[in-house]
């Protein structure tokens, strides 16, 4: 009997170690566990300070929102309504005014031209000469980007058209035979421009740096509390 109890009981701790070894993890599987654990969390929180990074960025004003002026486009009906009847034909139907009657044709007044149509700058009067062709003409537009240069067979030889690159308005042509520093002549309708001073550029100017640095503002602004909230959210 003694001897039957001894073997139940040898039986009963063999059992007992072999079930305490099935429920321990080796050392090495719990490091792998936890290291994975990690991983996992670090992984999270660099996906999610990305996205905020992202959201962020996207907020933020471009250089071309700043440089890029949006394309105007408008009906003949809505132009006819901005426009005088000789400014609609020139600008619009590219026409051409009779030389020397042209309020710009010689006037030698300081300040800046803007297209008659959408108000962008073309032009500087300190470019502006006399041609003897009884058209205004410059010898370099204020910013090359502010034109388009198109080839003209119209009126039987081919000739380069100049066209405001905002809104398509005909402006002039350009020819080769304008003084240095370019050796180019602008050649402009008076109705397709707008003489305008230098101090309301200036102020324009002033007034849209002010108001992009505002907005830059109030979207950084926004930006920030956007990422405070989903930091509250975490």
Known sequence: MPSRRVEMLSFL?????????????PPNLAADKAK???????????????????????????????????????????????????????????????????????????????????????FDSKTKYDSGTGWPSFFQTLNDKAVNYIDDTSAGELRTEVECSRCDAHLGHVFADGPPPTGRRYCMNSASLKLVTRDSVAKEAKAKEAKSKSASGDKGVKSKDAADKKEETK
């Not at 701790?13 to 993890?25: M, P």
């Not at 426009?83 to 030698?108: D, N, P, S």
């Open 13 to 25: 701790g063999v059992f007992g170690i072999s079930a305490a070894l099935l429920t321990v993890v």
């Open 36 to 122: 994975k654990a990690d991983s996992n969390v670090k992984n999270k929180s660099d996906a999610s300070a990305k996205k905020e990074a992202a959201d962020a960025k996207s907020d933020e004003p471009t250089v071309d929102d700043e440089e890029t002026p949006k394309k105007v486009v408008k009906t003949d009906a809505e132009w006819r309504k901005q426009l005088t009847a000789m400014q609609f034909r020139v600008t619009r139907k590219k026409g051409t005014e009779i030389a020397g009657t042209g309020i710009y044709a010689h006037t030698k007044k300081d300040g800046m031209y803007r297209c008659v149509c959408c108000g962008q700058l073309l």
